[in-house]
């Protein structure tokens, strides 16, 4: 063993010595050629190519090597190898990836894929802002010179694909709002996020099952609808307009939508969005599989009284075809329109061309008044769905029931059976949201089920008596109620928001 080792150093030794010679005696230029030259032979006669996937490409970093690094966390013999072990940001799951300088076999379409994970010092050497890793690491990888034409693309995309599931199931979804209006940080990135966490689920959402299930099968539809949306031509998006009173669940299903599809909410405050460009901007650096909402709509801006203004500049003797209009005069980037942000605007933002870059994305609208909207934004076609969240019906109560006192219809004695006939009766009468139904049944959620639900259905009982002696709220009422409660939670921008919401709709 000891010979081995001296014979070893010695053999070490004689090629130090060698290379030192080689430095002392050739130029750098005619090293440099000498070694081209021994790739370009070592290449011809090789029977494999090579790819290096760099972690760092220029200043940016490589979104391929995080994909293979992914990927090849989740490939099952990497369990023989020498594993890293990673937790993510604002990830619940830990992945495994392959060790500096460790290699592994992978196999596509009967195609073997060796990768090798190359880690070297390194000092940058162009200057840069941020600072830089003093590591350069690279996957590289190795297939047979006959494979890569027909292997290489595919099973790069299943790479992404693959690493783009993980990275989905791994991670919490991630709640984006765009605070700072357009502007970028320092990462060039206008939106901001934190962890989502929003319990609704569609199975607590009170709601009729039938539409529930309806509402379900339209979001799987367009979750698995890649081929369909290319074979069709139409951009792989999809609009939903919540509208209803409030307190009746717009805000919660749209995080049991989240939470179904797996999906990142960006919650889009549009009175921060100053102008068109930054609306686009913001639509730009979001990412596939998400859902872009605008809440209260109607409230959020007098986009109508703004774009009439620029419609009148860009196109002063054009016949009236309103929605069409609408959208010239966007595209038309008058002066109004890149100062101020317009209805035109949003149409592009979630029908024009801009709304196309990046795909698989979900637009959501919410409004308690869908006669306040303009025509152009509700037309069929530009929202795919329009969906009515109404006051809580008796499918409805039954799930609160459940959510909140574990009562299930057919499971209770002979009292609770005749008290759930009675809230039948009554809920319809009551016209209570499910929301106020919901704080009714929160109070008394420690009593035993029997007596939660006497509480309740005096209270119901309370509310449609109210209703029939003609002293239940009126419409004027609620919306009053409701300025007070936006003035409340934003109050700085509540007399504006509240103003908005009384502008009449400036129809041509
Ligand atoms: N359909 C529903 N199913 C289950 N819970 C609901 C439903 N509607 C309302 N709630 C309860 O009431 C609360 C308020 O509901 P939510 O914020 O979703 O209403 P909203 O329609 O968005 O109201 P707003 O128009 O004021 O924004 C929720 O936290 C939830 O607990
Ligand atoms: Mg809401």
Same mark, same amino acid.
């Given at each position: 063993?000891? $010979?081995?080792?001296?014979?070893?150093?010695?053999?070490?030794?004689?090629?130090?010595?060698?290379?030192?010679?080689?430095?002392?005696?050739?130029?750098?230029?005619?090293?440099?050629?000498?070694?081209?030259?021994?790739?370009?032979?070592?290449?011809?006669?090789?029977?494999?190519?090579?790819?290096?996937?760099?972690?760092?490409?220029?200043?940016?970093?490589?979104?391929?090597?995080?994909?293979?690094?992914?990927?090849?966390?989740?490939s099952?013999?990497?369990?023989?190898?020498r594993?890293?072990?990673?937790?993510?940001?604002?990830?619940?799951?830990?992945?495994?990836?392959?060790?500096?300088?460790?290699? %592994?076999? /992978?196999?596509?379409?009967?195609?073997?894929?060796?990768w $090798?994970?190359?880690?070297?010092?390194?000092?940058? #050497?162009?200057?840069?802002?941020?600072?830089?890793?003093?590591?350069?690491?690279?996957?590289?990888?190795?297939?047979?010179?006959?494979?890569?034409?027909?292997?290489?693309?595919?099973?790069?995309?299943?790479?992404?694909?693959t690493?783009?599931?993980?990275?989905?199931?791994?991670? =919490?979804?991630? %709640?984006?709002?765009?605070?700072?209006?357009?502007?970028?940080?320092?990462?060039?990135?206008?939106?901001?996020s934190?962890?989502?966490?929003?319990?609704?689920?569609?199975?607590?959402?009170?709601?009729?099952?039938?539409?529930?299930?309806?509402i379900?099968?339209?979001l799987?539809?367009?979750?698995?609808?890649?081929?369909?949306?290319?074979?069709? !031509?139409?951009?792989?998006?999809?609009?939903?307009? +919540?509208?209803?009173p409030?307190?009746?669940?717009?805000?919660?299903?749209?995080?049991?939508?989240?939470?179904?599809? !797996?999906?990142?909410?960006? =919650?889009?405050?549009?009175?921060?969005?100053?102008?068109?460009?930054? %609306?686009?901007?913001? +639509?730009?650096?979001?990412t596939?599989?998400?859902?872009?909402v605008?809440?209260?709509?109607?409230?959020?801006?007098?986009?109508t *009284?703004?774009?009439?203004?620029?419609?009148?500049?860009?196109?002063?003797? #054009?016949?009236?075809?309103? /929605?069409r209009?609408l959208?010239?005069?966007?595209?038309?980037?008058s002066?109004?329109?890149?100062?101020?942000?317009?209805?035109?605007?949003?149409?592009?933002?979630?029908?024009?061309?801009?709304?196309?870059?990046?795909?698989?994305?979900?637009?959501?609208?919410?409004?308690?008044?869908?006669?306040?909207?303009?025509?152009?934004?509700?037309?069929?076609?530009?929202?795919?769905?329009?969906?009515?969240?109404?006051?809580?019906?008796?499918?409805?109560?039954?799930? +609160?029931?459940?959510?909140?006192?574990?009562?299930?219809?057919?499971?209770?004695?002979?009292?609770?059976g005749?008290?759930?006939?009675?809230?039948?009766e009554?809920?319809?009468?009551?016209?209570?949201?499910?929301?106020?139904?919901s704080?009714?049944?929160?109070k008394?959620?420690?009593?035993?089920?029997?007596g939660?639900?006497?509480?309740?259905?005096?209270?119901?009982?309370?509310?449609?008596?109210?209703?029939?002696?003609?002293?239940?709220?009126? *419409?004027?009422?609620?919306?009053?109620?409701?300025?007070?409660?936006?003035? +409340?939670?934003?109050?700085?921008?509540?007399?504006?928001?509240?103003?908005?919401?009384?502008?009449?709709?400036v129809?041509?």
């Open positions: 063993m000891k $010979e081995f080792w001296t014979s070893l150093a010695s053999l070490m030794g004689v090629f130090a010595f060698f290379q030192s010679l080689l430095h002392a005696v050739f130029p750098p230029e005619l090293r440099f050629a000498a070694v081209k030259l021994f790739y370009r032979l070592f290449n011809y006669f090789s029977s494999y190519c090579y790819f290096d996937i760099t972690e760092i490409d220029g200043v940016n970093t490589n979104e391929l090597y995080n994909a293979v690094q992914l990927y090849l966390s989740s099952a013999s990497v369990a023989g190898s594993l890293s072990l990673t937790r993510a940001l604002n990830s619940s799951a830990f992945t495994f990836g392959l060790s500096n300088n460790d290699r %592994l076999v /992978d196999t596509f379409a009967g195609a073997t894929a060796i $090798e994970h190359v880690v070297t010092q390194w000092q940058p #050497q162009s200057f840069s802002w941020r600072p830089l890793p003093q590591e350069k690491r690279c996957f590289t990888l190795r297939i047979k010179k006959k494979d890569k034409p027909i292997v290489l693309q595919p099973y790069l995309d299943h790479i992404m694909a690493a783009n599931d993980i990275r989905r199931r791994n991670q =919490d979804r991630l %709640l984006y709002t765009n605070s700072r209006g357009g502007a970028l940080d320092v990462r060039g990135h206008p939106w901001e934190v962890p989502f966490k929003h319990p609704s689920t569609f199975e607590t959402l009170a709601m009729e099952p039938e539409r529930k299930e309806e379900m099968t339209d799987r539809d367009f979750a698995d609808g890649k081929t369909f949306y290319q074979k069709t !031509g139409r951009a792989w998006k999809r609009g939903y307009l +919540l509208y209803g409030p307190g009746t669940g717009k805000s919660s299903m749209i995080a049991a939508m989240a939470n179904y599809l !797996g999906y990142d909410i960006y =919650d889009l405050e549009l009175t921060e969005v100053h102008t068109n460009s930054e %609306l686009r901007k913001l +639509l730009m650096k979001t596939p599989k998400s859902i872009i605008i809440e209260d709509i109607d409230c959020s801006i007098n986009l *009284n703004r774009n009439n203004g620029s419609r009148k500049k860009a196109l002063p003797s #054009q016949p009236t075809f309103p /929605d209009c959208e010239l005069g966007g595209m038309a980037g002066d109004e329109s890149t100062k101020s942000i317009t209805l035109s605007g949003l149409l592009n933002f979630t029908d024009g061309l801009w709304s196309c870059c990046g795909s698989e994305r979900i637009f959501v609208f919410t409004t308690n008044h869908i006669e306040k909207l303009d025509p152009a934004l509700v037309r069929s076609g530009r929202m795919d769905m329009h969906i009515f969240m109404s006051y809580c019906s008796f499918p409805a109560l039954k799930i +609160l029931l459940q959510n909140y006192l574990d009562f299930v219809e057919g499971d209770g004695n002979a009292d609770e005749r008290l759930l006939r009675a809230l039948e009554a809920v319809g009468f009551a016209q209570m949201t499910p929301a106020d139904v704080e009714v049944l929160i008394n959620r420690r009593k035993e089920k029997g939660a639900m006497a509480e309740l259905l005096e209270v119901l009982r309370g509310q449609a008596e109210k209703r029939k002696a003609g002293g239940g709220q009126s *419409n004027e009422e609620v919306e009053e109620e409701e300025q007070e409660k936006r003035a +409340l939670e934003s109050p700085k921008e509540g007399s504006e928001a509240g103003e908005d919401c009384n502008a009449e709709v129809k041509d």
